[in-house]
């Protein structure tokens, strides 16, 4: 029924960036919220940034001023853009959509930021 990838990780020096992307197939892309979560090993899943039907965003506040979450409704698509890295912001990252009666999580896609 939902389905979701997530693509666009990889290994980043401190300092650097990435653009996450997250296909969601799911009708009516543009009612729902949208969120992005991370998991690191040994500790627990958090959401980092999400991103409402009508645009508002909200984020982590160790992501604030580095992290910029958008979406594109015309692509059924979430983005998540990473500028600034930290090596604290290696994790496996995951996007989810709000309101469901289900949690449909993707592969996820794995950051790494190390020198």
């Known amino acids: 029924q939902v389905q979701l990838v997530e693509s666009g990780g990889g290994l980043v020096q401190p300092g650097g960036s990435l653009r996450l992307s997250c296909a969601a197939s799911i009708r009516l892309f543009s009612i729902y919220s949208l969120g992005w979560y991370r998991q690191a090993p040994g500790k627990q899943r958090e959401l980092v940034a999400s991103i409402t039907s009508g645009g508002s965003t909200n984020y982590a506040d160790a992501v604030k001023g580095r992290f910029t979450i958008s979406r594109d409704n015309a692509k059924n698509t979430v983005y998540l853009q990473m500028n600034s890295l930290k090596p604290d912001d290696t994790a496996v990252y995951y996007c989810?959509?709000?309101?469901?009666?289900?949690?449909?999580w993707g592969q996820g896609t794995q950051v790494i930021v190390s020198s």
């Open positions: 989810n959509v709000g309101g469901l009666k289900s949690n449909y």
